[in-house]
């Protein structure tokens, strides 16, 4: 495949959604022929999956189901969106992937990280983004940011002691893999976060 793809993750309340919609914004204007996509969902299939797994109304929802249906999401997601856009030589840029489901609900929920990882890679096809960035803030900083939006979802409601395993997760996957996850303080104002996000991902395609 010819294309890049590129992914963003991080805790809840982390400006993700703000960060991958600039950076975006930003590698069009310089003229990439660029996708921008998220997870779950993505595709009419996969925004269906997307329903279920983040109703607050579906608390009886058993982990393994939650494993199944984020991979069954993705599986969809990477045939119809992902791959045939990097087959074709574009630029992707996708709100989450892999790495949210080992943190998510390997670490987060304690399920066997070679399980989960077996799931998605079965899901994915073995699709690995090239570059991955890390947006991190405290979740206590992370829940103060999500304290203003209005109808939090399944995920967001779970406890504190959760979303710090979660954290923990990213920090592990970072740690694991220097050579494409990029950690990113979010704590900073957007602009600047902005910035060093698209500094790296300069530097990091000299260097390609």
Same mark, same amino acid.
């Given at each position: 495949?010819?294309?890049?793809?590129?992914?963003?993750?991080?805790?809840?309340?982390?400006?993700?959604?703000?960060?991958?919609?600039?950076?975006?914004?930003? &590698?069009?204007?310089?003229?990439?022929?660029?996708?921008?996509?998220?997870?779950?969902?993505?595709?009419?299939?996969?925004?269906?999956?997307?329903?279920?797994?983040?109703?607050?109304?579906?608390?009886?929802?058993?982990?393994?189901?939650?494993?199944? &249906?984020?991979?069954?999401?993705?599986?969809?997601?990477?045939?119809?969106?992902?791959?045939?856009?990097?087959?074709?030589?574009? #630029?992707?840029?996708?709100?989450?992937?892999?790495?949210?489901?080992?943190?998510?609900?390997?670490?987060? #929920?304690?399920?066997?990280?070679?399980?989960?990882?077996?799931?998605?890679?079965?899901?994915?096809?073995? #699709?690995?983004?090239?570059?991955?960035?890390?947006?991190?803030?405290?979740?206590?900083?992370?829940?103060?940011? &999500?304290?203003?939006?209005?109808? #939090?979802?399944?995920?967001?409601?779970?406890?504190?002691?959760?979303?710090?395993?979660?954290?923990?997760?990213?920090?592990?996957?970072?740690?694991?893999?220097?050579?494409?996850?990029?950690?990113?303080?979010?704590?900073?104002?957007?602009?600047?976060?902005?910035?060093?996000?698209?500094?790296?991902?300069?530097?990091?395609?000299?260097?390609?």
């Amino acid at each position: 495949m010819t294309g890049i793809f590129i992914t963003f993750e991080g805790p809840d309340g982390a400006g993700k959604t703000t960060q991958v919609k600039a950076f975006a914004e930003r &590698l069009t204007a310089q003229g990439y022929d660029v996708v921008l996509t998220r997870e779950p969902g993505g595709t009419a299939i996969s925004d269906k999956i997307r329903s279920l797994i983040l109703d607050p109304a579906h608390k009886e929802m058993a982990d393994i189901t939650e494993v199944l &249906l984020y991979a069954a999401s993705r599986a969809q997601h990477v045939q119809e969106v992902i791959v045939p856009a990097l087959q074709s030589g574009k #630029l992707v840029v996708c709100d989450r992937f892999v790495d949210a489901s080992i943190a998510y609900q390997g670490y987060g #929920l304690g399920i066997a990280i070679d399980q989960v990882a077996a799931v998605n890679r079965l899901a994915t096809g073995g #699709l690995v983004p090239d570059r991955t960035y890390l947006l991190d803030v405290s979740v206590e900083e992370g829940r103060d940011r &999500l304290q203003a939006r209005t109808g #939090l979802d399944r995920i967001e409601q779970k406890g504190a002691p959760y979303h710090e395993r979660v954290r923990a997760g990213f920090h592990e996957l970072a740690a694991r893999h220097p050579e494409r996850i990029q950690l990113i303080h979010a704590s900073k104002p957007a602009d600047e976060v902005a910035e060093d996000i698209f500094a790296d991902f300069t530097a990091w395609l000299t260097h390609k």
